[in-house]
C-alpha cells in the first residue's frame, strides 16, 4: 500500500511479557518516528530513525522499551517486561528528510492493552 | 519542557458556519507548525503545515501563524457533519520531533 503501514493492528497481552510492534514507512522516506497516545492523552514523542540510526531516543520512557530499523525501512518497537500503564496506542509515522520540517505521515497504529 | 496548549473543546459550530481553533506553543524557536484531524479510534491525519508568519488557504482550510504572539490558528469555513473530530496543532523542535497539544474536540451539528 502506499501508507504507513503497522502491525499488529491490536495487541493484548499479560503484564510481565515481552512485545514487537512493528512499522513499515512509505517507500522513499527515509525518516521514521514513533509516538504513543494514552487515554486522553496528547501523542507523546518515543524515537525518531534517520537511515537505520536513532539521532534522537530522548523520549523513549525507560530502558524496558527499545527500537530498531534495518535497511532503512522496517522499524521494530520493543517492550520488554510489559506494564500496565504501557497500555496506549502506538502510533509511527514516516517522511521524506530533504529539509527540517517535512510533513510526517502516520500509520493506523497498534492499539497494545496489558492485562 | 517545550509545551503546545489547546482548549479540550468541545467547540460546537452549526454546518455551514466558521470554526476557529486555537492553540498556543512555549518554544519560541519553533519554525514548523501542523494541524492534524484524528477520527475517534483512528490515525492523526495532516490537514495543513504552516512555516511563515502570516494565513495559508487550502480550500476550506486557513492556517494562521504569529510568531510574535506564539499562537497557530485553524479555521474551518463552510462546517460540515464530517469535520467532527479533534483537531490536534503539533510543532517542531529539536530537527523532526513534534510536540502535540492534547487536541480540541469539533462538533458540527447539522
Known amino acids: 500500500g502506499a501508507g504507513v503501514s503497522q502491525s499488529p493492528s491490536n495487541k493484548v497481552t499479560e503484564k510481565g511479557k515481552d512485545v514487537e510492534l512493528r512499522c513499515d514507512p512509505i517507500?522513499?522516506?527515509?525518516?521514521l518516528y514513533w509516538y504513543r497516545q494514552s487515554l486522553g492523552q496528547g501523542l507523546e514523542f518515543l524515537i525518531y530513525?534517520?537511515?537505520?540510526?536513532?539521532?534522537?531516543k530522548s523520549g523513549l520512557p525507560s530502558d524496558r522499551f527499545s527500537a530498531e530499523r534495518t535497511g532503512g525501512s522496517v522499524s521494530t518497537l520493543t517492550i520488554q517486561r510489559t506494564q500496565q500503564e504501557d497500555s496506549a496506542v502506538y502510533l509511527c509515522?514516516?517522511?521524506?528528510?530533504?529539509?527540517?520540517?517535512?510533513?510526517?505521515?502516520f500509520g493506523d497504529g497498534t492499539r497494545l492493552s496489558i492485562l | 519542557q517545550k509545551e503546545v496548549e489547546q482548549n479540550s473543546g468541545p467547540l460546537s459550530v452549526p454546518e455551514g458556519a466558521i470554526a476557529s481553533l486555537n492553540c498556543t506553543y512555549s518554544?519560541?524557536?519553533?519554525?514548523?507548525f501542523f494541524w492534524y484531524r484524528q477520527y475517534s479510534g483512528k490515525s492523526p491525519e495532516l490537514i495543513m503545515s504552516?512555516?511563515?508568519?502570516g494565513d495559508k488557504e487550502d480550500g476550506r482550510f486557513t492556517a494562521q501563524l504569529n510568531k510574535a504572539s506564539q499562537y497557530v490558528s485553524l479555521l474551518i469555513r463552510d462546517s460540515q457533519p464530517s469535520d467532527s473530530a479533534t483537531y490536534l496543532c503539533?510543532?517542531?523542535?529539536?530537527?523532526?520531533?513534534?510536540?502535540f497539544g492534547t487536541g480540541t474536540r469539533l462538533l458540527v451539528s447539522p
Open positions: 509515522a514516516s517522511s521524506l528528510l530533504l529539509k527540517r520540517g517535512q510533513p510526517q505521515h
Open positions: 517507500s522513499g522516506h527515509t525518516a
Open positions: 530513525f534517520q537511515g537505520n540510526s536513532a539521532p534522537d
Open positions: 518554544d519560541r524557536g519553533s519554525q514548523s
Open positions: 504552516i512555516y511563515s508568519n
Open positions: 503539533a510543532m517542531l523542535t529539536g530537527f523532526q520531533k513534534l510536540v
